[in-house]
């Protein structure tokens, strides 16, 4: 399995910016795609995740602002990030799991890497105020 994660850069505070992640080994729509950030220093912390119905769950620092999609025909999820603040910088993972998406809390002291079976290498997203 390989997730490959693509599309990061640095935009002004402001700015719009759209990261994709590519998988391989796996059927996207059988499981939950999730992006997750992290910091330097900081705990790795959930963004988004979408399941085959369509549904998603978002973290409420980027409700209304990050959209996450799939393209099942290319194997691939986006996140649409809008409206971007200097507080989004951040290392960008994707990650898949069969964990439903009802049991996502998007809250702090998880340890998602222990939960999530697959994940990418990350891609950086900067933004500048």
């Known amino acids: 399995v390989q997730l490959v994660e693509s599309g990061g850069g640095s935009v002004q505070s402001g700015g719009s910016l759209r990261i994709s992640c590519r998988a391989s080994?796996?059927?996207?729509?059988?499981?939950?795609m999730a992006w997750f950030r992290q910091i330097p220093g900081k705990e790795r912390e959930g963004v988004a995740a979408i399941v085959d119905s369509g549904d998603t769950k978002y973290a409420d620092s980027v409700e209304d602002r990050f959209i996450i999609s799939t393209n099942d025909a290319k194997n691939t999820i986006y996140l649409q990030m809008n409206r971007l603040k200097p507080e989004d910088t951040a290392m960008y993972y994707c990650a898949a799991d069969g964990v439903p998406l009802r049991d996502i809390q998007w809250k702090p002291g998880v340890r998602w890497t222990s939960i999530f079976s697959y994940w990418g290498q990350g891609v950086q997203v900067t933004v500048s105020s």
């Open positions: 080994g796996i059927t996207l729509n059988r499981y939950c």
